[in-house]
């Protein structure tokens, strides 16, 4: 049987800041408040599941455990990237991230690098990245007094925005946005600021204030990133990120193009329009919505339409 790209089903999250939103990409929310679509996730929290092919009903989890020749046999406990799209119908909680080093040793766990593609967002909308102080004592003492219109830095943010969030840098996604994360699987989070909501039961959720202050990388860095974009005639590439944990890509396409798989996998996440990929000459079609994953050796593939996609890979 000739290689194919592998369709994946997400899991949808519920979550007190989300919204209907979602309902754009073409999905049947299950919930009034959906936040989160996990569109690759292979996580102990949710899995995403194959829809075509010799590998239907698999995980990806699954997946990556048997079939790691799927994934050009590299080595890892876990499956390395997780994308969402997220809908943010309120403001999600001030939180931060540790680094790898920091989260084994604390939380058993890996720390997290992520990035935001904004697909949409309301006019005004903004996120919280970074923040003013200029030493870590500074950062406690703005924390513990609840300076936090003095400390956050937000930032007004438009559809293509994007950022690169790595460990160590204090954000937060404002209300009205709705943006796909590619980022580190792990769910290593510290909370820093809720906005002193509370949820049904009056209860407010749970900080971890010196865990925060002590992962924020002070003074706040500026990642340095500069889109990169390289165009032929049916398609424009621009390259977003290319760090150590992961690289994005947005590819828009606008007729028939040629192009190689020859990494270890591919995540393509269809954000605009419609269009198919042929291979062999099998052909199949996409749509806004749809997220497939390209294996190792897929090698060469045509793909035709006009569409918006976000690539990501090691
Ligand atoms: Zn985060």
Redesign the pocket.
Known sequence: MSIQPLFFEPVFKERIWGGEQLKSFGYELPYHKTGECWAFAAHSNGQSVVKNGEYKGLTLGELWENQRQLFGNIEGDRFPLLTKILDAAQDLSV?V?PNDEYGLKHEGDLG?T?CWYIIDCEEGAEIIYGHTAKTREELAAMIHEGKWDELLTRVPVKPGDFFF?PSGTV?AIGAGIVILETQQNSDT?YRVYDYDRRDNEGNLRELHIEQSIAVTTVPAVEPEIQPVVNTSDEMKITTFVESDYFTVHKCELEGSAKLDQNLSFQLVSVIEGAGSLVKDSEKYEFKKGDHFLLPSGFGEFELDGKAEMIVSHL
Do not use: G, I, N, P
């Open positions: 939180q991230h997290k992520e969030v954000h989070t």
